[in-house]
């Protein structure tokens, strides 16, 4: 027990900042501190991580959430203008405050009923092998044993850039169903501008 | 090389959708791209067809795809079933997007990945291949639906579609999370398994975990009350995009649902009705096709009208599904009626948009009045599927309705059988209603009608879907035996 007291106080000072993070992110009025609410949420989930030998998984949770979506939820933070802040919508705030109060009770019930079963039955814990969490196991898992889910995702990195281009471009190449015989010129000009360049 | 020719579907419109984007990018000549989407899905059906008569039986190798993919005959039935609602779409858009002037080359490359999609879903064996299949075609309906930016009810459909969709998948996977803490699979054979023995350790886990897939999966088959999304998107959507989704999208998520049901959840305890999902399923169906037929009844636009009868059409399939807990030919019934529907509702989109004409389209019933007098051939083909879609004899649509219900009978569900029927013949009543417009009523006087387009595109579409329906009408025998075939895999 007492070897592992460190990491427990590390642990647990992680777990503190995660829910400080995630109560900020969902009261805070300001959507910029909300984004750096999320941003505490997540940097600590990168430490529990850490603490779990999932070193590969820590890093990649720096890099893809905080590094690219906080960046870019601060991004359209900046777009709309820092003193955007949520309009008072009373329109149903009733259903809303019922779902929200739905979820939480069943994520209560949902903790409840896993530490009831673990108290009864302790889960057995398995000690982790030698190159658990690193790089080299990581890849060698997702080039082997899951290569196929792998080469499938590519598919989906494609249609969501062609769904971009798609709904980008159509932005300025069409017309309403009304019928606008300007925009369609001037789209049909720059589309031919596109295309030589 | 076995695997190739196991994969050859969907490795066959994967290649395709490539080369199409490369034509796009360097042809002039825009009209033939249409054609190409068509051509590459239907030849994905082909191949299917083609694996399916050499016999998977003669191939070795696939241990490799395990657990991700399975390839057995219901996985060629689906891959055939959206490939050929993937081909009919594509052949309508061909037509819609020149008449309304929207055609640009993306439309087809994401119509080709969204099938890629939900073929990889119909091969799913695992939850996470599903789940990659499910969000390629979500993205490539979302984006389909956003298709025409300059409208504002596109681009509000889109969000609505997207926020919707996307809180579903999220759902989904919160369920498949649970399962894999209850269970330590992610994979539906794994699953199905450690259900069966009993051994997870966190009962409760995985019954919260089932009953949120469901949700999510009731989320994407559009049933209600998780419908909201449906005829928002249906409308907004440019009405290729919109039969697309009606069809292919639809099947898709029929596929996901049945393989998740009944091989993740196919154990007895599951499958029991006291403590398993059929009289969840069977709650969904029931207020399903209730809710959607009285509100399809109400509506003054055809689209959307045709929006809640697939909403309703997805009822009848969850009817189906729930009878085939108790196995006999309920499942392919299901199969079957997926199949009837994919070609009328294809049918029935295609006459709609034969209908109108570039800023003159035909939206709502009041625009349709008189169509049968004044232009007796473009009015037939909207009134011929709409009497497959109600289930009208000789058409392919009746024999769907018929297998169902006759199939629920022999399970022992009269109640929702009779429910079915009662439903039924209220949902002939607004197909109908599209008759009496283009038939019996005149426009008022100075009131917008719609002018039809011309367009050998639409018309190859209906043609196509034409001789399906006719054929599945009048001898159904030989498609039955093969939906029939499909389903052992699964059951």
């Known amino acids: 027990m ?7 106080i590390f642990m647990y000072t992680a777990a503190a900042f995660a829910v400080f993070g995630a109560l900020g992110a969902a009261f805070s009025k300001n959507p910029i501190r909300g984004a750096m609410g999320l941003l505490v949420l997540i940097l600590s989930i990168a430490v529990m991580f850490l603490s779990l030998h999932a070193e590969f998984l820590a890093f990649i949770q720096l890099i893809v959430y905080a590094g690219a979506i906080v960046v870019l939820f601060l991004f359209v933070i900046m777009l709309l203008g820092p003193s955007a802040t949520s309009p008072a919508d009373k329109r149903g705030l009733l259903v809303r405050a019922f779902g929200g109060s739905l979820f939480g009770l069943s994520a209560i019930g949902l903790i409840a009923l896993c530490v009831n079963s673990l108290l009864k039955t302790p889960l057995e814990v398995v000690p982790a092998t030698e190159d658990f969490g690193h790089v080299n196991a990581f890849g060698a898992e997702l080039f082997a044993r899951a290569v196929v889910p792998f080469e499938l995702s590519s598919a989906l990195l494609m249609v969501a850039v062609v769904g971009a281009i798609a709904v980008a471009r159509g932005r300025h190449t069409d017309d309403d169903a009304q019928g606008n015989a300007v925009a369609r010129q001037s789209s049909a000009t720059s589309v031919a501008a596109t295309k030589e360049s | 090389m076995d695997i190739l020719i196991a994969l050859s579907p969907i490795v066959a419109v994967s290649v395709g959708a490539l080369l199409l984007m490369l034509a796009e990018a360097f042809s002039k000549q825009r009209s033939g791209i249409a054609l190409g989407a068509a051509v590459i899905q239907a030849s994905g059906a082909v191949f299917a067809g083609a694996v399916w008569i050499y016999g998977l039986d003669a191939l070795s190798g696939l241990d490799v795809l395990k657990p991700w993919l ?3 005959r219901f996985t060629l039935f689906f891959d055939m079933l959206i490939c050929l609602g993937g081909a009919l779409a594509s052949l309508l858009a061909g037509g819609y997007l020149r008449e309304h002037r929207i055609e640009r080359g993306e439309f087809y490359a994401l119509m080709l990945f969204a099938t890629i999609g939900a073929m990889m879903i119909a091969s799913a064996g695992d939850t996470l291949t599903l789940f990659i299949g499910l969000e390629t075609m ?8 956003a298709f025409r930016r300059g409208s504002q009810r596109s681009t509000e459909a889109a969000v609505k579609y997207f926020l919707l969709g996307s809180f579903a998948a999220a759902l989904l996977l919160y369920g498949f999370a649970l399962l894999y803490g209850a269970t330590g699979h992610t994979d539906l054979a794994g699953l199905a398994a450690s259900l069966k023995g009993n051994e997870t350790q966190f009962p409760q886990l995985a019954v919260i975990g089932m009953l949120l897939v469901i949700v999510g999966l009731a989320f994407k088959v559009s049933a209600v009350p998780f419908h909201a999304w449906t005829p928002d998107a249906y409308e907004g959507a440019p009405t290729p995009a919109t039969s697309y989704m009606a069809v292919a999208v639809k099947a898709g998520a029929f596929a996901m649902l049945m393989r998740v049901l009944f091989v993740a959840f196919g154990d007895e305890r599951s499958m029991s009705w006291f403590a398993g999902w059929p009289p969840v399923v069977a709650a969904l169906a029931v207020v399903t096709m209730s809710v959607a037929n009285l509100i399809a009844g109400r509506q003054e636009s055809v689209k959307r009208m045709l929006a809640y009868s697939s909403i309703a059409h997805a009822g009848y399939l969850l009817v189906g599904v729930v009878c085939a807990t108790r196995g006999g030919e309920a499942l392919s019934s299901v199969l079957f009626y997926l199949l009837t529907y994919t070609v009328s509702t294809i049918g029935a989109f295609g006459g709609l948009i034969l209908c109108g004409s570039y800023g003159k389209e035909a939206v709502s019933y009041e625009d349709l009045s008189g169509l049968g007098k004044r232009n007796p051939a473009v009015a037939l083909p909207l009134a011929f599927f709409c009497m497959s879609l109600a289930g009208i004899p000789p058409t392919a649509g009746f024999f769907g309705k018929w297998y169902l219900i006759k199939s629920a009978m022999d399970g022992g569900f ?23 417009f283009l038939y019996m009523r005149e426009p008022a006087a100075g009131a917008p009608v719609a002018v039809p387009m011309k367009s050998g595109y639409v018309a190859a579409a209906l043609i196509l879907a034409a001789v399906f329906v006719v054929m599945l009408g009048l001898s159904p025998d030989s498609a039955i035996d093969v939906a029939t075939k499909a389903t052992i895999a699964v059951q």
């Not at chain 2, 979500?138 to 639906?145: D, E, K, L």
């Not at chain 2, 009269?414 to 013949?425: G, P, Q, T, Y």
């Open chain 1, 2 to 8: 007492n070897q592992h007291l460190p990491a427990q």
């Open chain 2, 414 to 436: 009269h109640w929702l059988a009779i429910i079915a029927l009662v439903n039924s013949v209220f949902g002939a009543y607004y197909y109908l209603r599209v008759l009496v």
């Open chain 2, 70 to 72: 399975i390839v057995d």
């Open chain 2, 138 to 145: 979500s993205i490539g309906a979302y984006a389909m639906t």
